[in-house]
């Protein structure tokens, strides 16, 4: 079976040329052989096969519930999914059998769609590169001495193999790009807001978005008419209309002005992968779009103060991680303080305890002004930048990171390096914008290039129409990498 | 030296909402351990928090009721802390932006009234409860306490001795009850205060070194933990010695306050704004519906009880205690003939002395407000004297019905027919000439064994005055015939 996109299971489902429970097989087999990538934490074959058959009995009865229904889906370990175990990527949570679904899940299960299974994720979703993860590092299809990004990590790589037709990440400072970027395949961070952060576990909560790794940009669309809405469990969630994102892919093209930050072809950015993406750039000039230059003049300042807000808010999101009433709980232990540290000490990894402390020094008594509210001026100043630009263009590009995937280790020993690496994804969050990733071609070694398409506030659909534009002039996003074809 | 005491309280008011402040489960108390508390309670990865509307409202109502600015945008905070019932690790609270802002409460104090300030009230979440009893040195953690809505209201420092503190917090005490917003009950918790005191020479400005007593938990704890306190600090300062900033424990076994943590050892909490809740937006008109339907509030009661039914001082303020002994009263006065002074007079006295012997409120009394009228009013029709109607009283506690039910089935209706009195005097004139001697030999005071003499013939039944007026009447007969 070749890479299908998912509107073409939809329909084969329908021609009744797979059942559901044939389709889902075919991806667990699929998974079972490219156990070398480490993309998945939990497969729990019986429960998939077993809403493939209701799935199938729906179908039979001519009762499908939307067109996802019987399509199996993977999710980020980070959702909490019912009865199963639901780790992010920790040691402290490697017991954590949910006894809840996340609102996401919630409702790909009333679109009818099949948990796959849970994807290897970087702990807590706190890495780039998918190798912080107590299940072990997740590698690159494209090349495996390689890292897929982070920290949906192993849904990119899943979906870049063929693992799955569609997979749900998160993305606080380009978790979803970012990865999407390292695998070639689509993924899309929504305005802050637009997807149910209930029951997706806390990295940092003002930046922290659930959205889609998909094959297109039309996937990604039909996977967000599933994931958004308006959720009263999440206060921070915004009251919204139903967008049917999917059937507002067709926006033309003309006239559209497309901005481009200066900021973000400096020093630090790879040439090939400058190269690629002014190509794309050039194929909107050539499909009718206006280009322009614009400045977001604090994007230097972006990742000191994604590196203050983000672990301040991890500091006390994961505080609950202690031992008491979930999760790991160490053996031997003096009194509750004892047990508190110990249990810490083994239960998180390197990355989230650096975090854990960044963020408690930043918010501590005679730091906090000089820290967590700077940041926050700053947070504002950035948000302002992007206000500015979206003055003169509707949407901005650029790539969406600096380089393509680095080697597995590169920069495991150096924080600045590794975090560097968001340094195009990060302002999108911090300014809570829609944000896309989509495959633009490759660099001298083979692997692919991302495409970064930023939106105004709340204005998903812009860019996901914008997005869908492009892979229909061209074939990018349906590559795969050797040894993975389907 | 003379000394200076200087107060500020503390105190948390639990909400009587019906779900938790950032959760659907039930805040009822009382319940089996762990049973109420729900995915968000528990602070399972991934949950989040949901402001309770209904809270609010309750926070807005308090600072309406005293006079408060009411800050139309307000902010929740986290409280960071490791504690084993403190599911999250951090308790949310409002530290920067609170809800209810500068307001005051009026206290009188041996008839001088005191304007207390109050300094700001907060909405916050309550924890758990950890349970060291009966575990063999474990510790057990129920959490349904844990998510229960609190307003904590800070006084500023403005009271100067233990019963300006008593008064003030009998004050709130009453205020928060009338508002319908806790039920006060300081055993189960829902009424806590902590003290801030320090003492200084008097007549100094500058404040002395305070000290925060906590665990005070009923009234009469609040008097003599803060006594106690204020003593130890004088105690220190008069042997030359210097106050600790500190936080310390009152142990009621042994009254007396011991040191919990020290300034050095205080917590950083390391508050910052919640991101999970945006602030809290309230505009005027969800404030002006809540003004519109503020109870009359304790002191404009006391004020009403006086020019309207001209009650004293004593039983004005009795009375306006809670709104249900108030209602009680106003149901009374307005269904029966006898004064409003009287039917006070039956509330203050026989019916709240009987209340409190069986430690029931007013709302669980056997005898009703139409009851209490209705025996009232029997005395006043000369039905039955003042000392029958305490029998009545009784045999209505007891369940035996209506006053005009126990009147008529215990046979007590007042003798008031004169002749019938005249008759039972005469006999008994009859029979007690000594006495007769007696009196008319000038000793007046055998007078009141005439009286008993007709009342015991008459099982008390006669009218009091009436046979108070025909003794004298036919006394004053045997005055002039069997004189000298």
Redesign the interface.
């Known amino acids: 079976m070749a890479i299908q996109e998912l509107t073409s299971l939809a329909g084969r489902l329908n021609d009744r040329r797979h059942s559901s429970v044939e389709l889902t097989q075919s991806y667990l087999n699929r998974i079972n052989g490219a156990g070398e990538l480490n993309a998945f934490i939990t497969i729990d074959e019986e429960f998939s096969l077993e809403q493939a058959r209701r799935s199938d009995k729906r179908r039979a009865k001519g009762r499908t519930l939307s067109p996802l229904d019987g399509i199996p889906i993977a999710h980020k370990d980070i959702?909490?999914t019912k009865g199963m175990l639901?780790s992010?990527g920790s040691h402290i949570?490697d017991n954590?059998i949910?006894?809840?679904d996340?609102t996401v899940i919630e409702h790909f299960n009333r679109s009818g769609a099949v948990i796959l299974g849970k994807t290897n994720m970087d702990e807590f979703a706190m890495g780039s590169s998918g190798e912080t993860s107590w299940y072990g590092i997740i590698k690159n299809p494209w090349d495996t001495g390689r890292v897929p990004g982070g920290s949906s990590a192993g849904s990119a790589a899943a979906l870049a193999a063929g693992l799955c037709p569609a997979a749900t990440g998160t993305d606080t400072g380009g978790s979803i790009r970012q990865p999407a970027a390292f695998c070639g395949v689509t993924g899309f961070k929504p305005s802050y807001g637009r997807v149910s952060?209930?029951?997706?576990?806390?990295f940092?909560?003002?930046l922290d978005q659930g959205g889609p790794i998909a094959r297109s940009a039309q996937d990604a669309a039909i996977m967000m008419d599933v994931m958004a809405g308006f959720d009263?469990?999440?206060?921070?969630s915004v009251p919204q209309d139903d967008v049917h994102f999917s059937s507002e892919l067709g926006a033309e093209l003309r006239g559209l002005r497309i901005g481009i930050p200066g900021e973000f072809f400096g020093a630090g950015l790879d040439d090939s992968v400058e190269k690629a993406v002014r190509d794309a750039i050039k194929t909107y000039e050539d499909m009718g779009a206006q280009i322009r230059e614009v400045s977001l003049p604090n994007s230097e300042l972006c990742v000191p103060c994604y590196y203050v807000i983000a672990p301040?808010?991890a500091?006390?999101n994961?505080?609950?991680?202690?031992g008491?009433?979930?999760g790991h709980r160490a053996t031997d232990y003096d009194d509750?303080?004892d047990m508190?540290m110990k249990t810490r000490a083994e239960g998180f990894g390197p990355e989230v305890k650096r975090r854990v402390m960044i963020g408690?020094f930043a918010?501590?008594?005679g730091y906090?002004d000089a820290y967590?509210n700077k940041a926050l001026k700053l947070r504002r100043l950035i948000a302002e930048d992007f206000d500015k630009a979206f003055e003169d263009c509707d949407v901005l590009m650029g790539p969406t990171t600096p380089t393509t995937a680095f080697p597995i280790g590169d920069k495991t020993d150096d924080p600045i390096a590794m975090y560097l690496n968001d340094i195009f994804t990060i302002p999108v969050n911090l300014a809570g914008l829609p944000g896309i990733s989509i495959p633009a071609g490759f660099d001298a070694s083979g692997l692919p290039v991302g495409l970064q398409i930023i939106g105004r506030y709340f204005e998903d659909a812009r860019v996901l129409s914008v997005a869908h534009q492009y892979q229909r002039q061209n074939d990018w996003h349906l590559r795969q990498p050797e040894g993975y074809h389907s | 030296m003379k000394w200076e005491p200087v107060i500020g309280l503390e105190v948390h008011v639990q909400l009587l909402t019906r779900s938790k402040i950032f959760s659907g489960a039930s805040a009822n108390y009382g319940s089996q351990p762990n049973t109420q508390a729900c995915a968000v309670d528990l602070g399972l990865p991934g949950v989040l928090p949901v402001m309770n509307e209904n809270a609010a409202r309750m926070a807005v109502k308090f600072g309406l009721a005293v006079d408060a600015v009411v800050n139309q945008r307000s902010a929740f905070a986290r409280k960071n802390y490791f504690y084993p019932d403190l599911p999250k690790g951090y308790q949310i609270s409002q530290y920067e932006m609170p809800i209810v802002g500068r307001g005051h409460l009026n206290i009188v104090v041996d008839g001088e009234l005191k304007r207390i300030g109050i300094t700001r009230a907060h909405l916050e979440e309550d924890a758990g409860k950890s349970l060291h009893e009966d575990f063999h040195g474990m510790t057990a953690i129920d959490l349904n306490r844990a998510g229960t809505p609190l307003v904590e209201i800070v006084s500023e420092p403005d009271m100067r001795s233990t019963k300006e503190a008593v008064a003030y917090l009998r004050k709130l005490h009453t205020m928060v009850r009338y508002l319908e917003i806790c039920d006060g009950n300081m055993q189960e918790g829902s009424f806590r205060c902590d003290a801030n005191v320090s003492v200084r020479p008097a007549g100094q400005a500058k404040l002395g070194t305070r000290t925060e007593v906590k665990n005070i938990n009923s009234f009469r704890f609040v008097e003599r933990a803060i006594g106690h306190e204020i003593e130890r600090q004088i105690d220190i300062l008069e042997e030359g010695g210097e106050i600790v900033q500190e936080t310390r424990l009152y142990d009621p076994d042994k009254n007396e306050t011991r040191p919990m943590r020290t300034k050095e050892e205080a917590h950083d909490y390391r508050y910052f704004p919640d991101p999970d809740l945006p602030p809290m937006a309230i505009d005027e008109t969800f404030i002006e519906e809540i003004r519109q339907n503020l109870p009359e509030l304790p002191d404009a009661k006391e004020q009403r009880f006086k020019d309207q039914y001209q009650l004293n001082e004593e039983h004005a303020h009795q009375l306006t205690q809670s709104r249900a002994n108030a209602d009680y009263f106003e149901a009374t006065a307005g269904a029966s003939r006898g004064a409003p002074k009287t039917v006070a007079n039956w509330i203050v006295g026989d019916l709240s002395s009987r209340l409190n012997d069986e430690n029931l409120d007013i709302g669980d009394s056997p005898i009703s407000s139409r009851m209490l009228a209705g025996l009232i009013d029997r005395i006043e029709d000369n039905t039955i004297s003042g000392k029958i109607a305490k029998e009545v009283f009784r045999a209505m506690w007891e369940g035996e019905g209506e006053a005009d039910a126990v009147i008529e089935n215990r046979g007590l209706k007042q003798i008031t027919d004169t002749g019938e009195i005249e008759k039972i005097v005469d006999d008994i004139l009859a029979k007690s000439r000594t006495q007769i001697e007696q009196y008319t030999s000038g000793q007046e005071k055998i007078f009141g064994y005439f009286i008993g003499q007709v009342m015991k013939a008459t099982g008390g039944k006669a009218n009091p005055k009436q046979v108070n007026e025909i003794l004298k009447k036919k006394l004053r007969a045997h005055l002039f015939t069997d004189g000298p």
């Not at chain 1, 994961?318 to 202690?322: A, K, P």
Request: hydrophobic share 35%.
């Open positions: 959702f909490c639901t992010c949570l954590f949910s006894p809840y996340a952060r209930y029951g997706m576990i806390a940092a909560s003002s009263e469990r999440d206060s921070t301040s808010e500091s006390s994961l505080s609950r991680f202690d008491v009433r979930f509750p303080i508190y408690t918010l501590s008594a906090y967590y």
